[in-house]
Nanobody, 121 residues
Framework: QVQLVESGGGLVQAGGSLRLSCAAS????????MGWFRQAPGKEREFVAAIKWTGGRIYYADSVKGRFTISRDNAKNTVYLQMNSLKPEDTAVYYCNAIVTWPDRADSGSWGQGTQVTVSS
């Protein structure tokens, strides 16, 4: 079982930036494709971004393309999400997870506690 700990969320004004981190443990992180997901109040969890285990291929949801950047450091067992030009509609709890089917199907048994991102207008 993998353990995932997300951090870096907070309250930011529209147009601002945040950098989220996800520390993974419990299995060989570098072997897995990883992704970020988010869940806004009253909505289903949705895919945000994914990165191959090599870091050589990346995929984004259309809603964040050009504003968010996913990256990873396999030596630190950590995946990041740099979020720029934030909008109020980006407000959600953000989660990372392993990608079991590329590019956007997560490992349903490995969700962490998430990190809250709130964007004020």
């Amino acid at each position: 079982q993998v353990q995932l700990v997300e951090s870096g969320g907070g309250l930011v004004q529209a147009g601002g930036s945040l950098r989220l981190s996800c520390a993974a443990s419990g299995r060989t992180f570098s072997n897995y494709n990883m992704g970020w997901f988010r869940q806004a109040p009253g909505k289903e969890r949705e895919f945000v971004a994914a990165i191959k285990w090599t870091g050589g291929r990346i995929y984004y949801a259309d809603s964040v393309k050009g504003r968010f950047t996913i990256s990873r450091d396999n030596a630190k067992n950590t995946v990041y999400l740099q979020m720029n030009s934030l909008k109020p509609e980006d407000t959600a709890v953000y989660y990372c997870n392993a990608i079991v089917t590329w590019p956007d199907r997560a490992d349903s048994g490995s969700w962490g506690q998430g990190t809250q991102v709130t964007v004020s207008s």
